[in-house]
């Protein structure tokens, strides 16, 4: 498939996505992004694993401003949101793979559980 192909693939699918698709979509893009910036760490491109580390962020910052403050539990998803933006802060300062894989643990989690979710709505 060539890039043009590819591009409007891509952008059709994010269209055409329903809410919960383009969550999982957020989902899976931080923890490519985290992916992309542990190798960029191990092969000591600083400004790779910068790009990288800082897509991720923008993604968790989306979670946290889009987060619907009329039900309690938003306080629960803004502290885990809030931990992880964190750990991606200290591994771009610090350039260091440790906090990155604790953020990435965290994101997989998150995304594991949207996906059961979007199962069990699926069920109803």
């Known amino acids: 498939m060539n890039q043009n192909r590819m591009s409007d693939y891509q952008r059709n699918a994010i269209l055409t996505a329903t809410p ?13 992004f985290c992916n992309l910036a542990k190798m960029a760490i191990e092969k000591k491109d600083i ?20 987060l619907d403050r009329k039900y309690p539990v938003w306080e629960d998803f803004e502290r885990v949101y809030d931990y992880i933006y964190r ?4 591994a771009n300062i610090h350039k260091d793979l440790e906090p990155l894989e604790e953020a990435l643990k ?19």
Do not use: C, S
Not at 20 to 32: D, N, Q, R, S
């Open 47 to 66: 400004q790779k694993a910068h790009e990288n580390i800082k897509r991720a962020q923008d993604i968790i910052t989306e979670f946290r401003v889009t």
């Open 87 to 90: 750990k991606l802060v200290e």
């Open 20 to 32: 919960a698709e383009l969550t999982l979509m957020l989902y899976e893009g931080a923890i490519k």
């Open 106 to 124: 965290y994101i997989r989690e998150m995304r594991d559980t949207w996906k059961e979710v979007m199962k069990l709505a699926r069920m109803k």
